[in-house]
């Protein structure tokens, strides 16, 4: 079964640096989203992408965060400068697209970033 | 604000209990409604849509009272793997952000 996929699995990093993680979406999915949840905290989602653009985003996803689809295959994020409280499990997602039945994102098993 | 609430429990069940989680979302636009399961520390997995007429997985049953902003998810003879969190989730289209709720433990024991 197709599946979301992200690298690293855990990411350790100082603060002020930048960080880029990895996600692979399933191959057919036209829209891909970025998640993140701090530990103990829900699921709070960053931005959406579709047509090589930004769909949507929160006000959690400012200046210092950015996305890209380098290629056919990867979608990325990066965090230019991280802080302590960029320190939570970031989770990919991918969807269809538009029609409600396709409407299901799925999840990769997220990549953990902590901060130091 | 787009808000999702949710009794954060937990809840301690025998194995063959029934369990009930319920859910308020604020935001009258959404439109699609999901019952997502997390395991600790892993990613939210589908459990089910939740339709406008209510329905039935198996042990699993969901309603949507779209007067209220309410959603439930009804479990019936509760497993030891049913053991997780339940994360009620809405959407006011596709692709666009899920709102997730902070979730309910579920603790099914022998």
């Known amino acids: 079964e197709p599946e979301v996929t992200q690298t690293p699995s855990h990411q350790v990093t100082q603060m002020g640096q930048e960080v880029i993680l990895r996600c692979v979406p399933i191959?057919?999915?036209?829209?891909f989203y970025w998640y993140r949840q701090i530990l103990g905290q829900k699921v709070e989602f960053l931005v959406s992408?579709?047509?090589?653009?930004?769909?949507?985003k929160s006000e959690i996803f400012d200046d210092q965060f950015s996305v890209e689809r380098p290629d056919g295959s990867n979608f990325t994020l990066k965090i230019r400068s991280t802080k302590l409280e960029d320190s939570a499990m970031y989770f990919c997602?991918?969807?269809?697209?538009?029609?409600?039945?396709?409407?299901?994102?799925?999840f990769g098993p997220g990549t953990r970033l902590t901060v130091l | 604000r787009k808000e999702v609430e949710q009794d954060p429990g937990p809840f301690n069940v025998p194995e063959g209990a029934t369990v009930a989680f319920n859910c308020t979302y604020s935001?009258?636009?959404?439109?699609?409604f999901f019952w997502y399961r997390q395991d600790c520390r892993k990613e939210p997995k589908l459990l089910m849509s939740?339709?406008?007429s209510g329905n039935e997985d198996g042990r699993f049953t969901a309603q949507l009272n779209r007067a209220s902003q309410y959603i439930s998810l009804l479990i019936r003879d509760s497993k030891l793997s049913d053991s997780a969190t339940y994360l009620c989730v809405v959407n006011e289209q596709a692709g666009t952000a899920l709102i997730f709720g902070k979730g309910t433990t579920l603790s099914v024991s022998s």
């Open positions: 992408f579709y047509n090589n653009e930004i769909s949507e």
């Open positions: 997602a991918s969807s269809v697209g538009t029609a409600s039945s396709y409407n299901e994102q799925f």
């Open positions: 939740v339709y406008s």
């Open positions: 191959s057919n999915h036209l829209y």
């Open positions: 935001n009258s636009a959404s439109q699609s």
